[in-house]
């Protein structure tokens, strides 16, 4: 964000050891992702299924998938070496709510392991209103939604389909659909007290001017940051499905962007776009260290 001591004061209280709302934080605390999620209920136009979803990690990236069990052992190793372990994530390689019951069990064990670690979670928002209940008795208190569109028609360019009450959508009335349950995951996150952080893909020609509107709408429903990610349309990574030829924002678009709305939601400006495995303090990734076949079967 641009200051954090723009926050309010009981907001700064439960970001200040939080790794990715508070650019302090990240020098002193670290975070953890855990790939557990493997499906996913949308299909975003920017991103190739072959890898982590590109909302919230660093696109053209796979991570090493694992059970609930598995993830445990990789935290319990992980905070026996690493002493500022403070947050861990769910963020994919799906969505985190779409595969609800692997989240789920994932943080119970934690929680019963090694109790002082915070949880937090990412999602495109479309299950999120059928696992509220559990999201506020679990006690994850930070969530990262990705909202790129607030408006039905440019959202038709952006998501080709979705899979909502085992019917898949197309065209406008996915994206009505989308709409409409990001902005009640909003509503709920708010009544329940639970801190969100909206994540926007910038994407020229598409959404880039729409973004203004975005920040207003989800200002307006409580989100306590907004995140404005570039598109990341490097070939490597494969076809952007919809988007093929798709260019990336100019680092100076993206600055501008973010300096037209440096007076709305507070923005944050030094997200890295994790792996989604990623592991250690902002700057370092230790996930390598830490894969699976390193960590002894029992600790
Ligand atoms: Fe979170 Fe981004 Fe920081 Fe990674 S770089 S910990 S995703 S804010
Ligand atoms: Fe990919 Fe994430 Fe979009 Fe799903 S939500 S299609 S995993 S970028």
């Not at 349950?181 to 909206?198: D, F, N, P, S, Y």
């Not at 020229?204 to 940051?225: C, M, Q, S, W, Y």
Request: glycine content about 6%.
């Amino acid at each position: 964000m641009s200051d954090a001591k723009d926050l309010a004061d009981d907001i700064w209280e439960k970001v200040k050891d939080h790794p990715c709302y508070s650019e302090e934080a990240h020098q002193y605390f670290a975070r953890m992702h855990v790939a557990v999620a493997p499906a996913c209920n949308i299909q975003c136009n920017y991103c190739n299924r072959k890898y982590d979803c590109a909302n919230e990690s660093r696109p053209g990236v796979v991570s090493e998938r694992l059970t609930p069990e598995q993830a445990l052992r990789k935290v319990i190793a992980v905070a026996n070496e690493v002493s500022q372990l403070s947050v861990l994530g769910i963020a994919g390689p799906g969505d985190a709510c779409y595969d609800w019951e692997k989240t789920k069990e994932t943080f119970e064990q934690v929680a019963k392991a090694i109790p002082d670690v915070k949880f937090c979670l990412s999602t495109n928002g479309l299950a999120l209103a059928d696992c509220i209940d559990d999201i506020a008795k679990m006690n994850i208190d930070h969530v990262t939604l990705t909202i790129n569109m607030v408006d039905p028609e440019i959202g038709a360019k952006i998501y080709p389909w979705i899979f909502f009450e085992n019917k898949r959508w197309t065209g406008r009335e996915a994206s009505r659909i989308l709409h409409e349950r990001q902005m009640l995951a909003l509503e709920l996150l708010k009544e329940r007290g639970i801190l969100t952080k909206v994540n926007s893909v910038m994407i020229p020609n598409i959404n880039d001017t729409h973004l203004l509107e975005v920040n207003r709408v989800v200002k307006e429903k409580g989100a306590f940051l907004h995140n404005i990610m570039p598109l990341i349309s490097d070939p490597a990574h494969g076809t952007h499905f919809g988007l093929t030829g798709q260019r990336e924002p100019s680092h100076q678009e993206l600055m501008a962007l973010q300096n037209q709305l440096a007076d709305g939601t507070k923005l944050m400006r030094h997200c890295r776009q994790c792996r989604a495995d990623a592991i250690g303090l902002l700057g370092e990734d230790r996930g390598q260290a830490f894969s699976m076949d390193k960590i002894p079967e029992t600790l």
